[in-house]
């Protein structure tokens, strides 16, 4: 029965109240158990969603095993999974307590005729490279030039940006005798949009941009903000 480990997975969890202020335990978490005298690395991957623990355990021996009837109560840690021995399959028990920066689990057969200690520390390196980095702001900083069809008539504009973080400033050129000033110029994502006020015939209209990013292109619609006129254009660096 003390080879029984040739298919056992391991794993732990736990889930502490925001009042206690422990860390969440979800990740990667690496030990090693002594098996007949050899040391058996195991690496652990946990899930916890509240007092319930899920997850898979690796050892050098057998494929990932799945925790079953993982629960946590406080820092103490329980659950069951299963492990293969030579044709016949046993229940082994674990249980598990948090200290300090580690879990200290004791873990047996169901029956009791064998069981071993485990110690797992948490993957710094895993849980560093498992956080995404947050997406850079695209930089849409200088001159952007197009043309669109205005009644009949094509019309070439350059559109002057500077960017910054998700802040946008700049003019429009090509529609008046002045460049125009844009207003609350945004950057979500691959979407850019503002406004500025445009002169027609003897009226003032507040026109809304809205483009969309791509490479070095943003393809803009267009439009007053009362809807009774609106086109697009593709612009360019």
Same mark, same amino acid.
């Given at each position: 029965m003390k080879a029984l480990f040739g298919w056992v997975g391991l794993a732990a969890v736990l889930w502490v109240s925001p009042l206690a202020g422990a860390a969440d335990l979800t990740g990667t978490w690496k030990g090693s158990f002594d098996l007949n005298g050899n040391t058996l690395p195991a690496v652990i991957n946990l899930k916890v969603a509240g007092t319930d623990v899920t997850g898979t355990v690796e050892i050098p021996t057998g494929p990932p095993s799945e925790i079953r009837e993982g629960k946590v109560d406080g820092d103490n840690v329980t659950f069951w999974m299963n492990s293969q021995y030579?044709?016949?399959?046993?229940?082994?028990? $674990?249980?598990?307590? =948090?200290?300090?920066?580690?879990?200290?689990? !004791?873990?047996?057969?169901? /029956?009791? !005729?064998?069981?071993?200690?485990?110690?797992?520390?948490?993957?710094?390196?895993?849980?560093? +490279?498992a956080v995404p980095e947050p #997406?850079? +702001?695209?930089?849409?900083?200088?001159?952007? &030039?197009?043309?669109?069809?205005?009644?009949?008539? *094509?019309?070439? =504009?350059? $559109? /002057?940006? *500077? !960017? !910054? +973080?998700?802040?946008?400033?700049?003019?429009?050129?090509?529609?008046?005798?002045? #460049?125009?000033?844009?207003?609350?110029? &945004?950057i979500d994502g691959n979407v850019v949009t503002f406004w500025l006020s445009a002169d027609y015939q003897g009226q003032t209209y507040q026109v809304n941009y809205k483009g969309t990013v791509t490479a070095n292109q943003i393809d803009f619609s267009f439009g007053t903000a009362d809807g009774g006129w609106g086109t697009t254009v593709t612009v360019k660096k």
């Amino acid at each position: 029965m003390k080879a029984l480990f040739g298919w056992v997975g391991l794993a732990a969890v736990l889930w502490v109240s925001p009042l206690a202020g422990a860390a969440d335990l979800t990740g990667t978490w690496k030990g090693s158990f002594d098996l007949n005298g050899n040391t058996l690395p195991a690496v652990i991957n946990l899930k916890v969603a509240g007092t319930d623990v899920t997850g898979t355990v690796e050892i050098p021996t057998g494929p990932p095993s799945e925790i079953r009837e993982g629960k946590v109560d406080g820092d103490n840690v329980t659950f069951w999974m299963n492990s293969q021995y030579q044709g016949t399959t046993y229940k082994v028990v $674990f249980k598990g307590k =948090v200290a300090g920066d580690h879990i200290d689990f !004791s873990f047996l057969t169901d /029956n009791g !005729s064998w069981g071993a200690t485990l110690t797992v520390k948490r993957d710094v390196a895993a849980a560093a +490279a498992a956080v995404p980095e947050p #997406p850079k +702001a695209i930089d849409l900083t200088g001159a952007w &030039k197009g043309a669109f069809d205005a009644n009949g008539t *094509n019309m070439s =504009v350059t $559109f /002057n940006l *500077n !960017s !910054s +973080a998700n802040v946008v400033t700049g003019t429009l050129e090509g529609v008046g005798v002045t #460049p125009i000033e844009i207003h609350d110029g &945004k950057i979500d994502g691959n979407v850019v949009t503002f406004w500025l006020s445009a002169d027609y015939q003897g009226q003032t209209y507040q026109v809304n941009y809205k483009g969309t990013v791509t490479a070095n292109q943003i393809d803009f619609s267009f439009g007053t903000a009362d809807g009774g006129w609106g086109t697009t254009v593709t612009v360019k660096k």
